[in-house]
């Protein structure tokens, strides 16, 4: 899928695609502007063409003709910062900006335990009960493969994935902790 909101005809560029470098695309408008690591503002003019303000935070030039007037305004908490990015914006990576969640909501719950801007990919997936049925399963830094377990419901023992749930290369144990397989791709 176009991490970049394909509804503004904006084009996506990843110069690294490798796994391990997440985050470093990036979005450009029409116009000419860009962010890294999300989709653009294709709206934004004046100083905030440009993207000043940074992560999770949104930014407002009141007056093109006045430099350096522009407001920075965290999203998380709404406190505002004038000419600068707001320094101790908060981010939470369960509800990102202008961007689907990353654990889908109907089976699952997302809970960031860390919300500073540095703090990347360590959101927790975990599957929530779905009417009457009791689901198994967490991962950290993305959605998690939700497993019923048939012995609640007195059945064999047996467990079985839930429809809708997002698969992966790891596997959850019975704890509910993800594992990974270490090898290399």
Partial sequence: SD?????QMQVCNDPNPSFSSNGDYTCT??????????????????ECASDPCGPNQVCNDPDLKIYNDFTCTCVADGSKSVGEPV?????NECKPLGQSPPCPEDTQTCVDPDMSP???????????????????????????????DSSEQGSSGSSSSVEGSSSSSSSDDESGSSTSDSSSD
């Fill in 87 to 91: 320094s101790d914006c908060k981010l």
């Fill in 118 to 148: 540095d703090s990347l990919y360590d959101f927790v997936c975990s599957c929530k009960s779905v009417g009457n049925i009791a689901l198994n399963g967490s991962k950290v830094g993305g959605p998690a493969t939700c497993m019923t």
């Fill in 29 to 46: 408008c029409p116009n000419g502007v860009f962010k890294v690591g999300g989709p653009a503002d294709c709206s934004n003019t004046g």
């Fill in 3 to 7: 991490p970049c909101d394909g509804t």
